[in-house]
DNA sequence: CGATCGTTTGATCCGCATCAAGATAGGTGG
DNA sequence: CCACCTATCTTGATGCGGATCAAACGATCG
């Protein structure tokens, strides 16, 4: 049975809301906690696919590295968050990105085989994993389709009021919770771009400062919003 | 038990590879085959999911109209393969996407709540309806990494190449199975850019001419393969 | 044979990447 | 406490790629 303080998180994580503390222990089984320094790779492009993964503490990126140096970030992971789902599903069993932390990171590493063999006696469970990555395969099918019709400035400010809803954070003023040029990479642009992008907000009702962020709603873009 | 002529295209189909047919029988009960003319919509954005689609013949175009007039294609499907998937497994009852006939189509119309019970049954089909929802989070992921990273020529290299490999066509000369403009719209792209591309793309050891593409294979641009 | 649709080609414009300096902040050591 | 350093962010100047507008071309069809 893991060891470590910063357990709650994955215990309260929606993955598991309903279920008894025992059932989660089954499911757990197996898992080990794991300390990882500013950019301590979990695993890396390549490698096979044999855990999954959920974050405890801190802040994980999930990124590709694509045949020149450049670098998208393909998801960003924090408390509670699992990933790995994708891969888990699929027969071929190599990482197709890497994972590393931002910052330090406490995350729990949980052997795949024994947690897909778990599932099928858990369907609540199964069925959540499922849909996360059905959402999953929507939002980046949304991604597509912004990159392609909508202007930097406009997919910052769709990113911010995700972000904004996503983390449920107060409308009227927040602090980013992610480092710029992180965002920049998330959103696949370059730093000095999305730095532009952060005047120009204005029209569309966002105020940044620093890393201060305030909707003041102009009522317009809502459909921004739901992305 | 539905009627019609078309059927071949959806007991053949990877979805059910293995199956017997008495097995494919229930899986495919209550199932109607519709006629659809070129333009003719199977469902709208918006539109509550009741059904599962297989297509039987011809070729059916899955696409989101954004906020202003600009369409994209998100997915294009051909005799065999099936659809609203995602949508399927999501809880939120809502289309995020229209459906139509490119040309004149023959569809299965199967509805979900018989389907979804059925397959806690045929684990087998469940299995692979997962792993194709992985498939297409993973493609859409490598989409917006080739948005960010790729010339619209490099994107339409990479797709000939995904084409002429998914539909096992001869790498030394094939013909387009979908019209340029659809093409284009999948890609993200406006009809002139990839027009454009077209004559670039011998740099790339790609050479079209009409609707006939060929691929000499130039030995170092790999990478645009797997995508 | 003209009409319509899909595709090509040309000219122009705008947005983002890129390169190159500055600015700001956090951290370290003297 | 201040000087220094490095990492992160900002700002400016320039170039390229793709969207857009416009027109010509080609095919299919009534």
Redesign the pocket.
């Known amino acids: 049975m893991p060891q470590t303080e910063h357990f709650d998180a994955i215990r309260n994580s929606p993955l598991f809301t309903g279920l008894t503390e025992g059932e989660k222990d089954v499911l757990l089984e197996g898992g080990e906690i794991h300390f990882h320094a500013?950019q301590g790779y979990l695993f890396r492009q390549g490698d096979g696919v044999e855990y999954f993964y959920i974050v405890c503490k801190g802040i994980v990126r999930e990124f590709r590295k694509s045949h020149r140096g450049?670098e998208i970030t393909v998801n960003i992971h924090g408390p509670g968050n699992a990933f790995c789902t994708a891969e888990m599903f699929l027969k071929e069993g190599l990482h197709q990105t890497s994972a590393a932390a931002v910052d330090d990171a406490h995350v729990m590493k949980l052997p795949i085989q024994p947690l897909k063999k778990n599932l099928q006696k858990y369907k609540v469970v199964l069925e959540r994993l499922i849909c996360s990555l059905a959402q999953f395969a929507f939002m980046k099918q949304v991604e597509v389709e912004q990159q392609?019709?909508?202007?930097?400035?406009?997919?910052v400010a769709a990113f911010l009021r995700q972000i904004c809803a996503s983390h449920e954070l107060d409308p009227g003023g927040f602090e980013?919770p992610?480092?710029?040029?992180?965002?920049?990479s998330r959103l696949?642009?370059?730093?000095?771009?999305?730095?532009?992008?952060?005047?120009?907000l204005r029209q569309y009702g966002i105020t940044?400062?620093?890393?201060h962020v305030s909707f003041h709603d102009a009522p317009d873009i809502k459909e921004n919003v739901r992305a």
Chains 1, 2 share one sequence.
């Open positions: 500013p450049s392609a019709t909508m202007t930097a400035t406009q997919i980013l992610y480092s710029k040029s992180l965002i920049a696949g642009m370059e730093g000095e771009t999305l730095s532009r992008t952060l005047h120009k940044v400062r620093g890393n």
